[in-house]
């Protein structure tokens, strides 16, 4: 189940489930998105990502998911495995010229895998 | 191991010091950036350098101070730092393809920063 605290939100699953990590992102012109994992000592390792021209986009056991109506991107991971313990950000882009990101971060989720 | 290669990977300093961090990356990228990282929080971009010309700065204090001295290459000089700058400092660079923005960062591992 998912708890949020004092510390970053938590998801803890069984190895084998399915994961669903959710984002809300603030703003309505953000052109573009991605998902992180961060394990730690590490620096965030790109997953997948996806335009807001797309409303859905699957990976090797990832997919994502954009609902632009309310704002809303999910990160789903079939079968889930130790590996995939981690902290998974999502992160939009303000949309630019210039040829580089202006990518906002947002809060984080924990996910913990157990055997 | 990542493409972005950070040094050094661990630094302690007193307030009065000065030290730089350094950024290196082969891959053609000629878009660069510096986050900072507390601890259980998200990155929060500082810098921006877009073809080794400073494109954003986040409101950063001028205690810190960035260099691009090619497109390779990204520098943090730090300069009488306060014990609440300890974090982590990560860069990352991006492909500018077509002046266009929707690529992704690839990071480096970071510097662990303590000021003391």
């Known amino acids: 189940g998912e708890s949020v605290g004092l510390h970053l939100p938590t998801l803890s699953v069984q190895e084998g489930d399915n994961s669903i990590i959710n984002c809300a992102y603030s703003?309505?012109?953000?052109?573009?998105f991605i998902w992180y994992k961060q394990e730690s000592g590490k620096g965030p390792q790109f997953i997948i990502d996806i335009r807001s021209n797309m409303d859905k986009r699957q990976g090797q056991r990832v997919t994502v998911l954009l609902n632009k109506t309310v704002k809303h991107l999910s990160l789903q991971i079939a079968a889930t495995q130790p590996g995939d313990s981690a902290v998974y950000f999502c992160a939009e882009n303000m949309p630019r010229s210039g040829g580089y990101n202006k990518l906002i971060f947002g809060a984080g989720t924990r996910l913990a895998v157990h055997p | 191991d990542t493409e972005v290669t950070q040094t050094p990977k661990h630094l302690v300093m007193g307030m009065t010091n000065k030290k730089s961090l350094k950024c290196e990356q082969h891959m053609g990228h000629r878009a660069m950036y510096w986050y900072k990282q507390k601890a259980k929080k998200p990155p929060e971009l500082m810098f921006v350098?877009?073809?080794?010309?400073?494109?954003i700065n986040e409101s950063v204090p001028s205690r810190f101070s960035p260099e691009c001295p090619n497109s390779s290459l990204l520098n943090l000089h730090l300069h009488a730092l306060q014990p609440e700058d300890s974090a982590l400092y990560l860069c990352a660079s991006s492909s500018s393809r077509g002046g266009r923005s929707n690529s992704p960062l690839h990071f480096g591992n970071g510097t662990r920063l303590t000021v003391t």
């Open positions: 703003n309505s012109a953000s052109d573009y």
């Open positions: 350098y877009s073809y080794e010309k400073l494109s």
